[in-house]
């Protein structure tokens, strides 16, 4: 099996919203494990992942679309997969740094610290209202409450290959990876901007390694 890593940096803060929240205390929640820590479910990054290698694919021309476009469904496979049709990458979820999560579970464990503190050491709680066009006031019920993810953490998540996956494949990743600006609810009013990164099992980075080869036709597929 081959390893690579998304790290994916907060330059905002987030919501990786789980769609309910606390009653009376938020409207949206964000998802957390079972010690307090927030997380970015794997199946929603693959998505946002295949969503941006779409759009850049969809400006190609015909034949390199096409070729393209296969290739993206190898790597993230098709709706209604069967056997010989899902994706070739699994998408880990993307977490806080290990050695972190795991010293403070130890802490959680023993009850030095709670799930709730771990939580709120990591987030904040921001509030919003809309506003009437015509008063300048602000929409009687309109308060809504959610919790965000602070800036400046940075997460990763695993991916996983069953065989070493091909240059092109790599570089429709990296090309994504490069794409992926922004995650999590809110993400189109302002919050969830990130930067993503692609490394390799060791940890060095390789984004722009593979970056060139997207778009061409490579002479042993023409």
Known sequence: ???????????????????????????????????????????????LLSEECDNLIAVLQNDSRVYWENLACTLFGTPGSILGTTAAMHVGDACLPDDLREAVAWQVQDKTLTKE?????????????????????????????????IRQLEFKADLLFETQPSDEMLSILAVGILALRRVGSGRNRGRGHVRCTLHNNAGEEMTQQYVNLFGKIPEKAA
């Open 1 to 47: 099996m081959t390893i690579y890593q998304l790290k994916i940096k907060l330059l905002s803060d987030t919501t990786f919203g789980r769609g309910d929240g606390v009653a009376g205390l938020i409207d949206q929640e964000v998802e957390h494990d079972s010690c307090g820590f927030p997380y970015l479910r794997g199946r929603t990054l693959k998505g």
């Open 117 to 149: 503190e771990v939580l709120e050491s990591l987030t904040t709680i921001r509030r919003q209202t809309a506003i009437d066009s015509q008063t300048g006031t602000a929409d009687e019920g309109s308060l809504r409450s959610f919790r965000v993810v």
